[in-house]
Nanobody, 122 residues
Framework: QVQLVESGGGLVQPGGSLRLSCAVSGSIFSISAVAWYRQGLGLGKERELVAHMQSVGVIHYADSVKGRFTISRDNFKNTVYLQMNSLKPEDTAVYYC??????????????WGQGTQVTVSS
């Protein structure tokens, strides 16, 4: 059983910062990749990739967050972070953590967190 517990969301003014955390636990042999996605409110809003980090350290950011957001990982704490600076109203969304992992029996799977709301508003 794998668990992802997200925290750090909330209400922030434009230009402010937040740091999201995703604590990973459970029966995981190794983590292949971690990522943050977000989904805004409203009809037609799809879940979009915000930031992605492979285990070898290759990182990809959506163009809309480059230079403002930073994904990182603390292997000792088994926690993934998303530092969000210079937040804009259009960053308002539910943010989801995703982990691609290898189980002890050799199966590659992925798992989603429950989501944390980020609201950027004055």
């Amino acid at each position: 059983q794998v668990q992802l517990v997200e925290s750090g969301g909330g209400l922030v003014q434009p230009g402010g910062s937040l740091r999201l955390s995703c604590a990973v636990s459970g029966s995981i042999f190794s983590i292949s990749a971690v990522a943050w996605y977000r989904q805004g409110l409203g009809l037609g809003k799809e879940r979009e990739l915000v930031a992605h980090m492979q285990s070898v350290g290759v990182i990809h950011y959506a163009d809309s967050v480059k230079g403002r957001f930073t994904i990182s990982r603390d292997n000792f704490k088994n926690t993934v972070y998303l530092q969000m600076n210079s937040l804009k109203p259009e960053d308002t969304a539910v943010y989801y953590c995703n982990v691609v992992y290898l189980s002890h029996d050799g199966e590659l799977s992925d798992y989603w967190g429950q989501g944390t709301q980020v609201t950027v508003s004055s």
